[in-house]
């Protein structure tokens, strides 16, 4: 069980349910992950905004090393 649940959108502040919408249209659904994060939009705008950067201006082998690393680092299945 989570210990913070992830936001429906009647739930979410005018803020999340804008950056909701967005990724809605981008992704074709909103992840829990980010569901989550949308208690704290300030938050899930900076973590969207990182994630955007590292897409742009990391090499693709160096960012999927990052992500493998991160993952065993984590011990989480990746």
């Not at 909701?20 to 249209?25: E, K, P």
């Not at 909103?30 to 201006?57: C, D, M, S, W, Y």
Request: net charge positive; proline share 4%; hydrophobic share 45%.
């Amino acid at each position: 069980m989570a210990f913070v649940t992830p936001l429906a959108d009647a739930q979410a502040s005018e803020a999340a349910k804008g950056i909701f919408q967005n990724l809605q249209a981008k992704m074709g659904k909103v992840l829990n992950f980010f569901r989550t994060l949308g208690h704290a939009p300030e938050i899930l705008q900076a973590t969207l905004a990182f994630n955007q950067a590292i897409q742009k201006e990391l090499d693709p082998k160096l960012r999927e090393l990052a992500y493998l690393k991160t993952t065993q680092v984590n011990q989480c299945n990746y």
